[in-house]
T-cell receptor, first 111, second 115 residues
Framework: GEDVEQSLFLSVREGDSSVINCTYT??????LYWYKQEPGAGLQLLTY?????DMKQDQRLTVLLNKKDKHLSLRIADTQTGDSAIYFC???????????FGSGTQLTVLP | NAGVTQTPKFQVLKTGQSMTLQCAQD?????MSWYRQDPGMGLRLIHY???????DQGEVPNGYNVSRSTTEDFPLRLLSAAPSQTSVYFC??????????????FGNGTRLTVT
């Protein structure tokens, strides 16, 4: 079955760039997503990328997809304390409706 | 526009009790799903529905039932609660067919403790 893996923790200094990495196993993935979860809240969609794209940029967010290595990353430029949250990578395989989520990366931004 | 609404926000049950977690969406989404979130394990799919009258099992369905009598509502029933069901439960919905980019819209979760 599908498997999505992320490291559990990342700490950065305010103003630095953050890079959150994700690997997945399903080669039929069509869409890959990044969600953000703040304490006590549900998940909010940050951005997504279609599998035939290599990169997508949206303001401070840059998503890179290496389909050959099944590796997805999310770069946050000029990281702020408000970016502290759990970030989830998720993939949608083929014609499936459901998403498979990684375990989430807790990003801590230090002042 | 409320989006996805879950009730209650918190619940404490004793082992063996039953209860229903409510989920409603006002976006006319075809697809609805329930996930549980446990530390270090991310979100795991419990049950999902692709439309009214249609439900299917996800990765961890045991101990849970669902029904989808209307497009708007997708309740999750715990028939006989167990401590292993202590978790945070999220309902999510999306529109569009398979292969579309439609992202999941999440509720704010129900935090359940079973003692």
């Amino acid at each position: 079955g599908e498997d999505v893996e992320q490291s559990l923790f990342l700490s950065v200094r305010e103003g630095d760039s953050s890079v959150i990495n994700c690997t997945y196993t399903d080669s039929s993935s069509t869409y890959l997503y990044w969600y953000k979860q703040e304490p006590g809240a549900g998940l909010q969609l940050l951005t997504y990328i279609f599998s035939n794209m290599d990169m997508k940029q949206d303001q401070r967010l840059t998503v890179l997809l290496n389909k050959k290595d099944k590796h997805l990353s999310l770069r946050i430029a000029d990281t702020q304390t408000g970016d502290s949250a759990i970030y989830f990578c998720a993939e949608r395989a083929g014609s499936a409706r459901q998403l498979t989520f990684g375990s989430g990366t807790q990003l801590t931004v230090l002042p | 526009n409320a989006g996805v609404t879950q009730t209650p926000k918190f619940q404490v049950l004793k082992t063996g009790q039953s209860m229903t977690l409510q989920c409603a969406q006002d976006m006319n989404h075809e697809y609805m799903s329930w996930y549980r979130q446990d530390p270090g394990m991310g979100l795991r799919l419990i049950h999902y529905s692709v439309g009214a009258g249609i439900t299917d099992q996800g990765e961890v369905p045991n101990g849970y039932n669902v029904s989808r009598s209307t497009t708007e509502d997708f309740p999750l029933r715990l028939l006989s609660a167990a401590p292993s069901q202590t978790s945070v439960y999220f309902c999510a919905s999306s529109r569009g067919g398979a292969g579309s980019s439609s992202p999941l819209h999440f509720g704010n979760g129900t935090r359940l403790t079973v003692t």
